[in-house]
């Protein structure tokens, strides 16, 4: 086994044990001001909501990890398209299906799937499948799959505000296009950073040491969210 794979194997029960040491998180809900500005204004609500949409997404650290994972080896602009639009096709689906359809999933769980997201995508960085299991998974269907999971956390949100029923169709679809919106902004700012950080001598010097930095990310989210749930019982 290669060696940056043997240290990885080293590192995640270390990372887990010191997130799960870290207590339980809190904020998963939107912020409070936000939710009672909803809350005092109900019916159609689009500027609101879009804004909402793009302000989680600009705001979401563990979005923005996963993005950062993705794009980090891709040089191409169409590369980063395909991949942003695969990504995007997967969160929509399960946020207006989960809000509309009322699907709910424990945000604690899906935080910590998410946050195994990172994980998964710096540790294929890392060339750590094929090192493993002797292939490479195909990134598109990953990166669609994740997509789902990371929808239906932002659908957690959204379930936390307790929507009214009037303009809900509306309102949900103006969360998403502020996603959307929010997610251009970051990966417009992540090609430009990762552009010119690959100019530089010193991106094949740390581009292992950032991606394991992104993968203790990963697994610190995920053991902060399993302590949330084990200390909230779940919700």
Avoid: C
């Avoid at 997404?57 to 080896?73: C, Q, R, S």
Wanted: glycine share 10%; net charge positive.
């Amino acid at each position: 086994m290669p060696t940056p794979v043997r240290f990885i194997m080293r590192l995640a029960p270390a990372a887990l044990l010191l997130a799960l040491a870290a207590g339980p998180v809190l904020a998963h809900g939107v912020a409070d001001k936000d939710a009672t500005f909803i809350a005092a204004n109900p019916g159609p609500q689009v500027v609101p909501f879009l804004y909402l949409g793009a302000k989680h997404m600009v705001t979401g650290y563990d979005h923005l990890l996963f993005l950062a994972g993705v794009i980090f080896f891709l040089r191409r602009l169409r590369d980063v398209a395909l991949y942003a639009t695969l990504f995007s096709l997967g969160h929509s689906v399960t946020l207006l299906s989960g809000v509309l359809a009322r699907v709910h999933v424990d945000p604690f769980l899906v935080d910590a799937v998410i946050g195994l997201s990172v994980v998964w995508k710096a540790f294929d960085n890392l060339g750590g499948f094929p090192a493993i299991m002797g292939r490479q998974p195909d990134n598109r269907i990953v990166v669609a799959g994740f997509g789902l999971v990371h929808g239906f956390g932002l659908a957690t949100k959204l379930q936390d505000l307790r929507l009214s029923a009037d303009g809900l169709v509306g309102n949900i679809l103006a969360f998403n296009l502020g996603v959307e919106i929010g997610q251009l902004l970051a990966l417009s700012v992540l090609v430009l950073v990762f552009a010119a950080w690959r100019a530089t001598p010193a991106f094949r010097r740390t581009a292992v040491a950032a991606n394991l930095l992104l993968m203790t990310a990963g697994f610190v989210l995920t053991g902060q969210q399993l302590a949330g749930f084990a200390f909230q019982g779940g919700r």
